[in-house]
């Protein structure tokens, strides 16, 4: 017996042995997920710009006859800069701060286009266990580990970790105007489910319409990602991703706008107290240039036109900062 677990002992030390030394030597050979391995493109010499996104930079319109995601119409705009998306449906500022700190360390001369999706900020999103991307997650902060890195494809397969854990609530989060849960309660009501007025005014309070404190985690996480290139050759790029507020308003009134930029207006500020360059696109296209028509509720979805208007509104930002600092 003894004999049998010293072979064991010594088999399973080379292999240990063996999927360090690939971590050395070939990292992106072990397994990780799709945007993990993205990142490690996006860190070669040869990429310009690192784009994070979720599902804003790639959904079309039915009727869009330019199919082309925000990144790739970037791309056709400035052709002379290399860009390397990393999007996922549903990613949110708590993962870009984990990019962000590992692309900070390579110090190279980059820009970081980092999205913030306001809806991101609501319970729905925030709390939403399987969208805190656990196993992205564990990736991440681990991506400098030769001692765990390479063994988080077997710990993951064999469930060593608990992949959608509990997410605590954000303190201090509350509706912007009273009489609002009353119109929540109306829009829950399954007496109502066919009534689309009374549910798009749920979902339009629920998604936007409450008032977060400094430190709520997503407010939090974008603030990580600021510091994180502070001391860096890498330049981020925030930006709002626009919002359908004129649909808002339609339903809700200018109480909608005037929700949403309380909250525009906190990050905009800690964010210009990191002098880091910050777009607020929240409320800046019509109701045509959006594709959530297709599903029915409002979202952050854009068309044709949506998509080349941020395309061109990063590329300025790009340009003018290039422009002064050469």
């Known amino acids: 017996m003894k004999k049998l ?13 063996l999927q360090i030394g690939l971590y ?3 990292p992106q ?6 945007e993990v391995l993205s990142l490690r493109k996006a860190l070669s010499e040869k990429t310009n710009i690192i784009y994070f996104g979720d599902s804003t930079l790639i959904t079309t319109s039915a009727g869009d006859t330019d199919k082309r995601s925000i990144d790739t119409m970037l791309f056709s705009i400035m052709p002379q800069y290399s860009i390397q ?3 996922h ?5 708590d993962l870009f701060a984990k990019f962000s700190s590992i692309i900070a360390r390579k110090n190279k001369n980059k820009f970081v286009i980092i999205p913030i999706n306001m809806r991101s900020f609501a319970a729905a ?3 939403n266990s399987s969208y805190q991307f656990r196993e992205h997650v564990l990736y991440l902060e681990n991506y400098y580990n030769p001692f765990v890195y390479p063994f988080l494809p077997f710990l993951v397969n064999f469930h060593y970790f608990n992949l959608y854990p509990e997410v605590p609530s954000n303190p201090d989060v509350y509706l912007c105007k009273p009489g609002y849960e009353n119109i929540l309660k109306e829009a829950n009501n399954p007496a ?3 009534d689309f007025d009374t549910r798009m005014k749920g979902f339009l309070i629920d998604d936007y319409l409450y008032i977060f404190p400094e430190n709520h985690r997503k407010l939090t996480s974008i603030l990580s990602s600021a510091d994180s290139f502070k001391n860096s050759d890498v330049t981020p790029i925030f930006y709002f991703t626009p919002i359908d507020f004129k649909t808002g308003e339609k339903y809700l009134g200018k109480e909608f706008t005037e929700c949403l930029k309380k909250n525009t207006d906190l990050v905009v500020s800690k964010l210009k107290e990191k ?3 910050v777009l607020d696109l929240s409320v800046s296209q019509d109701s045509k240039d959006f594709s959530w028509q297709n599903i029915g509720f409002i979202n952050e979805h854009l068309s044709e036109s949506g998509r080349m208007f941020v395309a061109q509104s990063l590329k300025n930002a790009i340009m003018s900062y290039s422009n002064e600092h050469n």
């Open 85 to 87: 998306p990393i999007i």
């Open 5 to 17: 677990l010293s072979k064991l002992t010594i088999y399973f030390l080379i292999l240990a042995g």
């Open 192 to 194: 109502n489910k066919n």
């Open 125 to 127: 999103w925030d709390q």
């Open 24 to 26: 050395f030597v070939f």
């Open 89 to 93: 449906s549903s990613y949110h500022q």
């Open 275 to 277: 002098n880091v360059i």
């Open 29 to 34: 050979y072990i397994k990780a997920p799709e």
